[in-house]
Nanobody, 120 residues
Framework: QVQLVESGGGLVQAGGSLRLSCSVS????????MGWYRQAPGNQRELVAT???????NYVDSVKGRFTISRDNAENTVSLQMNSLKPEDTAAYYC??????????????WGQGTQVTVSP
C-alpha cells in the first residue's frame, strides 16, 4: 500500500505565503513524477505544478513566478512554496505521485487534500 500525507494548508491574507508538504510512504520501489493539483468548489481539478525525478519542473501559467515546487528523493517528499497568494488560489490542494511498487505494479496515487484559503 502507498500513502500520501499532505500538510501546511491554512488561511492567509492576500500577498502572504504558505508552504505545502507531502510525504509518501509504504511499499515503494521508485517514485517518478510528483505534483500538486488543486480543486476549487464547482471547478475541475487542475494541475498546479509537477516535478520529475531529475528536478525538471512545470507550472500552470497562473502560478509561474509565485509558486515553487521541490522534492527530496531520499525522503520521498514533495513541497510547494506559495508566495504572493491571491484569493483565486483558494482551493483544496492535492499531492500526486507516480509510484512504482514493484516490477508489476505502478500507478498514480493521491493525498487526501489540504485546504488553502486566501482572504482579500
Amino acid at each position: 500500500q502507498v500513502q500520501l500525507v499532505e500538510s501546511g494548508g491554512g488561511l492567509v491574507q492576500a500577498g502572504g505565503s504558505l508552504r505545502l508538504s507531502c510525504s509518501v510512504s509504504g511499499s515503494i520501489s521508485r517514485i517518478y513524477d510528483m505534483g500538486w493539483y488543486r480543486q476549487a468548489p464547482g471547478n475541475q481539478r487542475e494541475l498546479v505544478a509537477t516535478i520529475t525525478r531529475d528536478g525538471i519542473t512545470n507550472y500552470v501559467d497562473s502560478v509561474k513566478g509565485r509558486f515553487t515546487i521541490s522534492r527530496d528523493n531520499a525522503e520521498n517528499t514533495v513541497s510547494l512554496q506559495m508566495n504572493s497568494l491571491k484569493p483565486e488560489d483558494t482551493a483544496a490542494y492535492y499531492c500526486n505521485a507516480d509510484v512504482k511498487r514493484n516490477y508489476f505494479n505502478r500507478g498514480q496515487y493521491w493525498g487526501q487534500g489540504t485546504q488553502v484559503t486566501v482572504s482579500p
